[in-house]
């Protein structure tokens, strides 16, 4: 921590300041011979931090490295060795931490000073980090780009030993006006903005709270410091008294000690009033450095500290936007266009900052402006709705915003929250989860190569419209999470983190390593803290300043690797802790995973790895990565190789189960889609596309093709959505079927924005309105019967030949047949409880597209004592080819 940020810390955390100063205050006040100044967190006093910080986990009950291992009855040395050393390396990391921040809170809230930020003392203070330079400066439109005029040089006050550099940008004073009188008065820009100066001057205000705090005669040695020194002076030397240093350490060796003298002269007063004597006493411990020590009068201290101090007459001094504007007009204006400017070793440098928080692209995208973003108060947004509470089941609406609308363009946070929105609310998912929002250079990348973590895409619209969007999402019920890209960043140097300050390890690895092996993008040092810093403030700032409710990180695997994940796997734990494991990108996601949810108790944290890392949803304090969730990718993978390359007649049922199910142990941890955006963007087909192609209504063969397509799309989606862990997740427009995949603009289709949008006339009729129908009543269905959040499926009947798939969830029983041909009139299925069950949904009805081959008296089932896949009863139902069925137990027949 920096002498800047000592100091800045005090504003930052004003009750723990308070409480420190409250449990060091005591009655002996202290004045030293030698004073000792503090200029760098390494000089910090003892006494500031008079204990150990505890970590993070050693502070929980029960903290075991290998805790999940032994829940598990798992045994494997090497990885249980690695877990060990893995914790003992976090408390160092939190020890190195504390050595630099105040604590956690601390040190992920870095944007509260770096940056650009408006300081209430008419001015606007500018930090960023960049060790390797030599010289930094803002250039924009509101100084002619000039590098000279607002600058910060190494070896001044504007860069510490970090390599944090502070630049401030004062406001200038308009022509006429005249300087405050106070050094530190203050303007209000949120509360009362249009606050005037209220007229009092500042000597009517100090006397006024001088009237009413001191009481008759309290103030006098307050106003008059000197007058008891002098009088001791004069009474103890005379009127002419020793007039220099030599003169007074000559008369000195020959006086009493200064204890003696004052007693001597307290004796003398003893009957004078109360108020003519100052409410101390001197005190000698026979130690040299005591001698000038004093000790305040106990009873004089308890009536000065039941006093209130007379804040109300301070905040009287603050002026509101009102009277700054008139005074002074601002160093940098809202909507400015800034860069920093950077000399280096290599020669001079212009970046976009790392912390800004709105940043503009050219057409081209190989240049940016970042935008100084500070509307008048009267224009910023005013949040209306707090969070939605956290459901036990997820249902997440995933989406990109720019492909948000039907035109051939992009679209905007608006036009997403004005349109989409409230179909997501009358689809009945309870999240969205947005892919693309924070800035990236190429629009066609889909975000993923991220160039400004802090800011959100300016292609949307503003970060006023997308609080607007959050806000409103939250109005509506719904949870906001993004998509969040930690795993790796944009190579672009212009425009992104690469070479920041003229090197090559400042937020990256340099070498091989510093490089994604095939992506062409950089990779994190995540053991560097003040990368970690950044990371971790970066997580933060989205829940603090845009109320974002959870994430989920992306492409784990691309971090957690030497080889960013591009290795084949075969479930050995040796493979989770060789010498290609990043240990220092584990501790980076035990660490954001820890802060998130101390900071943030309904936070909802996703883990996207394809590896599958063990321990991945475990709590920290037992070994684990401490995740809400982890995705099944390998589902999604397994539909889209059965519909596109293997028969309907070969589909395998145990593959599917043992797909769907995945790690049983982590069952109710995954989050389960049939497919989601990289289906339909990443150089693939939506499964729409897929199974429907260019079929045409009244062509040969249409009919059948799309009854097997609109079939398989709700079976799919059905068994999908019922037999996993606690959440589901899709990706918008897949509810109804898109026909269409995603691409972005781009050289290779000459630009075209022909597939970078959602087809949402699609929903008024056909196949797609049926399908909708059928994906809106799918998650009434969780509503109503809370699937979901229930406890795991008990698979019971697999059969290959057949191609049936039966399973219980709590009271209910599903029932699939995947056969592309056959139909079955009384298929016999297993289950363990007697009585009536009632099918609640049935795939094949007529509003969903379906033939309706079901009769309304074959509805209602009731059970055969006829003992059947191992359970003691069975219901004999009928099975039409390529549907599913829901039953219920709706009463119980004891037998």
């Given at each position: 921590?920096?002498?800047?940020?000592?100091?800045?810390?005090v504003?930052?955390y004003?009750?723990?300041?308070?409480?420190?100063?409250?449990?060091?205050?005591?009655?002996?006040?202290?004045?030293?011979?030698?004073?000792?100044i503090?200029?760098?967190?390494?000089e910090?006093?003892?006494?500031?931090?008079?204990?150990?910080?505890?970590?993070?986990?050693?502070?929980?009950?029960?903290?075991?490295?290998?805790?999940?291992?032994?829940?598990?009855?798992?045994?494997?040395?090497?990885?249980?060795?690695?877990?060990?050393?893995?914790?003992?390396?976090?408390?160092?990391?939190?020890?190195?931490i504390?050595?630099?921040?105040?604590?956690?809170?601390?040190?992920?809230?870095?944007?509260?000073?770096?940056?650009?930020?408006?300081?209430?003392?008419?001015?606007?203070?500018?930090?960023?980090?960049?060790?390797?330079?030599?010289?930094?400066?803002l250039?924009?439109?509101?100084?002619?780009?000039?590098?000279?005029?607002?600058?910060?040089?190494?070896?001044?006050?504007g860069?510490?030993?970090?390599?944090?550099?502070?630049?401030?940008?004062?406001?200038?004073?308009?022509?006429?006006?005249?300087?405050?009188?106070?050094?530190?008065?203050?303007?209000?820009y949120?509360?009362?903005?249009?606050?005037?100066?209220?007229?009092?001057?500042?000597?009517?205000?100090?006397?006024?709270?001088?009237?009413?705090?001191?009481?008759?005669?309290?103030?006098?040695?307050?106003?008059?410091?000197?007058?008891?020194?002098?009088?001791?002076?004069e009474?103890?030397?005379?009127?002419?008294g020793?007039?220099?240093l030599?003169?007074?350490?000559?008369?000195?060796?020959?006086?009493?000690?200064?204890?003696?003298?004052?007693?001597?002269?307290?004796?003398?007063?003893?009957?004078?009033?109360?108020?003519?004597l100052?409410?101390?006493d001197?005190?000698?411990?026979?130690?040299?450095?005591?001698?000038?020590?004093?000790?305040?009068?106990?009873e004089?201290?308890?009536?000065?500290?039941?006093?209130?101090?007379?804040?109300?007459?301070?905040?009287?001094?603050?002026?509101?936007?009102?009277?700054?504007?008139?005074?002074?007009?601002?160093?940098?204006?809202?909507?400015?266009?800034?860069?920093?400017?950077?000399?280096?070793?290599?020669?001079?440098?212009?970046?976009?900052?790392?912390w800004?928080?709105?940043?503009?692209?050219?057409?081209?995208?190989?240049?940016?402006?970042?935008?100084?973003?500070?509307p008048?108060?009267?224009?910023?947004?005013?949040?209306?709705?707090?969070?939605?509470?956290?459901?036990?089941?997820?249902?997440?609406?995933?989406?990109?915003?720019?492909?948000?609308?039907?035109?051939?363009?992009?679209?905007s946070?608006n036009?997403?929250?004005?349109?989409?929105?409230?179909?997501?609310?009358?689809?009945?998912?309870?999240?969205?989860?947005?892919?693309?929002?924070?800035e990236?250079?190429?629009?066609?990348?889909?975000?993923?190569?991220?160039?400004?973590?802090?800011?959100?895409?300016?292609?949307?619209?503003?970060p006023?419209?997308?609080?607007?969007?959050?806000?409103?999402?939250?109005?509506?019920?719904?949870?906001?999470?993004?998509?969040?890209?930690?795993?790796?960043?944009?190579?672009?140097?212009?425009?992104?983190l690469?070479?920041f300050?003229?090197?090559n390890?400042?937020?990256?690895?340099?070498?091989?390593?510093?490089?994604?092996?095939?992506?062409?993008?950089r990779?994190?040092?995540?053991?560097?803290?003040?990368?970690?810093?950044?990371?971790?403030?970066?997580?933060?700032?989205?829940v603090?300043?845009?109320?974002?409710?959870?994430?989920?990180?992306?492409?784990?695997?691309?971090?957690?690797?030497?080889?960013?994940?591009f290795?084949?796997?075969?479930?050995?734990?040796?493979?989770?802790?060789?010498?290609?494991?990043d240990?220092?990108?584990l501790?980076?996601?035990?660490?954001?995973?820890?802060?998130?949810?101390?900071?943030h108790?309904?936070?909802?944290?996703?883990?996207?790895?394809?590896t599958?890392?063990?321990?991945?949803?475990?709590?920290?304090?037992?070994?684990?990565?401490?995740?809400?969730?982890?995705?099944?990718?390998?589902?999604?993978?397994?539909?889209?190789?059965?519909?596109?390359?293997?028969?309907d007649?070969?589909?395998s049922?145990?593959?599917?189960?043992?797909?769907?199910?995945?790690?049983?142990?982590?069952?109710?941890k995954m989050?389960?889609?049939?497919?989601?955006?990289?289906?339909?963007?990443?150089?693939?087909?939506s499964?729409?596309?897929?199974?429907?192609?260019?079929?045409?209504?009244?062509?040969?063969?249409?009919?059948?093709?799309?009854?097997?397509?609109?079939?398989?799309?709700?079976?799919?989606?059905l068994?999908?959505?019922?037999?996993?862990g606690?959440?589901?997740?899709?990706?918008?427009g897949?509810?109804?079927?898109?026909?269409?995949?995603?691409?972005?603009?781009?050289?290779?289709?000459?630009?075209s924005?022909?597939?970078?949008?959602?087809?949402?006339?699609?929903?008024?009729s056909?196949?797609?309105?049926?399908?909708?129908?059928?994906?809106?009543?799918?998650?009434?269905?969780?509503?109503n019967?809370?699937?979901?959040?229930?406890?795991?499926?008990?698979?019971?009947?697999?059969?290959?030949?057949?191609?049936?798939?039966?399973?219980m969830?709590?009271?209910?029983?599903?029932?699939?047949?995947?056969?592309?041909?056959?139909?079955?009139?009384?298929?016999?299925?297993?289950?363990?409880?007697?009585?009536?069950?009632?099918?609640?949904?049935?795939?094949?009805?007529?509003?969903?597209?379906?033939?309706?081959?079901?009769?309304?008296?074959?509805?209602?089932?009731?059970?055969?004592?006829?003992?059947?896949?191992?359970?003691?009863?069975?219901?004999?139902?009928?099975?039409?080819?390529?549907?599913?069925?829901?039953?219920?137990?709706?009463?119980i027949?004891?037998?």
């Amino acid at each position: 921590m920096t002498s800047l940020s000592l100091l800045t810390n005090v504003s930052l955390y004003p009750n723990n300041f308070i409480q420190f100063q409250s449990q060091h205050r005591q009655q002996r006040l202290t004045f030293p011979r030698k004073i000792k100044i503090i200029c760098s967190a390494t000089e910090q006093p003892s006494q500031q931090h008079p204990q150990k910080k505890k970590n993070v986990a050693e502070s929980k009950k029960g903290v075991d490295p290998v805790g999940f291992l032994t829940k598990l009855g798992i045994s494997h040395k090497a990885f249980a060795h690695f877990l060990r050393e893995r914790h003992k390396a976090l408390k160092d990391l939190q020890d190195e931490i504390f050595n630099r921040h105040v604590n956690l809170r601390d040190m992920s809230s870095g944007f509260e000073i770096l940056g650009m930020h408006r300081h209430v003392e008419h001015r606007v203070d500018y930090m960023d980090w960049a060790p390797g330079a030599r010289y930094c400066a803002l250039v924009g439109d509101f100084n002619g780009w000039s590098p000279q005029e607002n600058c910060a040089r190494e070896g001044h006050f504007g860069h510490d030993d970090y390599g944090y550099w502070f630049v401030i940008l004062e406001d200038k004073l308009r022509e006429g006006e005249k300087p405050d009188e106070l050094y530190f008065q203050q303007y209000n820009y949120v509360d009362d903005y249009d606050k005037g100066d209220s007229g009092v001057t500042i000597e009517e205000i100090f006397k006024k709270a001088n009237d009413e705090y001191w009481e008759p005669g309290e103030d006098r040695f307050v106003k008059n410091r000197f007058e008891v020194p002098a009088k001791l002076y004069e009474q103890i030397f005379g009127p002419n008294g020793p007039q220099s240093l030599e003169d007074l350490e000559e008369m000195m060796g020959q006086m009493p000690d200064p204890e003696t003298r004052y007693k001597a002269w307290k004796e003398q007063h003893k009957n004078d009033p109360p108020s003519n004597l100052p409410p101390l006493d001197v005190i000698d411990n026979e130690k040299e450095y005591d001698i000038f020590n004093v000790i305040s009068s106990p009873e004089w201290l308890k009536k000065i500290r039941s006093k209130k101090p007379p804040l109300a007459y301070w905040i009287e001094t603050r002026k509101g936007r009102k009277a700054w504007m008139k005074k002074y007009s601002p160093g940098i204006p809202h909507g400015s266009k800034y860069r920093v400017y950077f000399n280096t070793p290599s020669g001079p440098l212009e970046r976009v900052p790392a912390w800004a928080t709105y940043v503009q692209p050219d057409s081209d995208g190989k240049q940016a402006f970042a935008i100084h973003w500070e509307p008048p108060p009267e224009s910023a947004y005013k949040w209306k709705y707090t969070h939605p509470k956290k459901p036990k089941s997820l249902r997440i609406y995933e989406s990109h915003v720019g492909i948000c609308g039907s035109e051939p363009k992009i679209s905007s946070f608006n036009d997403f929250t004005e349109k989409v929105l409230p179909h997501v609310k009358e689809a009945g998912y309870n999240a969205i989860q947005l892919i693309g929002v924070v800035e990236h250079k190429d629009y066609f990348t889909v975000g993923y190569r991220v160039t400004n973590f802090f800011a959100v895409s300016s292609r949307y619209g503003t970060p006023d419209d997308f609080k607007r969007l959050v806000d409103e999402a939250h109005g509506l019920g719904l949870l906001v999470f993004l998509d969040i890209v930690h795993s790796y960043s944009a190579a672009d140097e212009m425009v992104g983190l690469s070479l920041f300050d003229g090197s090559n390890d400042c937020y990256f690895h340099t070498g091989k390593r510093g490089h994604h092996k095939y992506w062409g993008t950089r990779m994190f040092k995540y053991g560097d803290l003040d990368v970690l810093h950044f990371l971790l403030s970066n997580l933060n700032w989205w829940v603090v300043e845009y109320q974002i409710d959870g994430f989920q990180f992306h492409s784990l695997s691309s971090m957690m690797y030497t080889h960013n994940g591009f290795a084949s796997f075969t479930g050995d734990l040796e493979e989770y802790c060789n010498q290609y494991v990043d240990k220092d990108a584990l501790l980076y996601l035990i660490l954001a995973n820890e802060i998130l949810h101390a900071l943030h108790p309904n936070i909802v944290t996703i883990a996207e790895d394809a590896t599958f890392y063990p321990g991945l949803c475990e709590p920290t304090s037992q070994g684990g990565l401490g995740f809400d969730y982890y995705v099944n990718l390998s589902v999604s993978e397994m539909w889209s190789s059965f519909l596109e390359d293997v028969p309907d007649h070969e589909w395998s049922m145990s593959k599917i189960i043992s797909t769907l199910m995945g790690n049983k142990q982590y069952a109710e941890k995954m989050l389960m889609y049939a497919e989601n955006h990289n289906q339909s963007i990443s150089g693939g087909r939506s499964f729409a596309e897929i199974l429907f192609g260019e079929i045409r209504e009244h062509s040969p063969g249409s009919k059948e093709s799309l009854l097997r397509g609109c079939s398989l799309h709700k079976m799919i989606r059905l068994i999908t959505f019922t037999i996993g862990g606690h959440a589901y997740l899709n990706f918008m427009g897949n509810e109804f079927g898109h026909p269409k995949r995603v691409e972005f603009p781009m050289p290779s289709n000459n630009f075209s924005f022909q597939l970078a949008n959602r087809r949402w006339d699609l929903l008024a009729s056909g196949v797609h309105r049926d399908l909708f129908s059928f994906d809106k009543d799918l998650m009434k269905f969780d509503e109503n019967e809370r699937i979901l959040s229930r406890g795991l499926s008990n698979v019971h009947h697999v059969n290959d030949t057949n191609m049936v798939i039966s399973y219980m969830r709590g009271p209910l029983l599903f029932i699939f047949n995947f056969h592309p041909t056959d139909s079955y009139e009384r298929y016999s299925v297993g289950v363990e409880e007697a009585g009536e069950y009632q099918v609640i949904l049935n795939t094949d009805e007529i509003k969903y597209g379906g033939l309706g081959r079901m009769k309304d008296n074959q509805y209602l089932r009731r059970t055969i004592s006829k003992r059947v896949d191992g359970l003691r009863n069975c219901l004999e139902v009928p099975l039409p080819n390529r549907t599913a069925q829901v039953y219920k137990l709706n009463r119980i027949l004891r037998i």
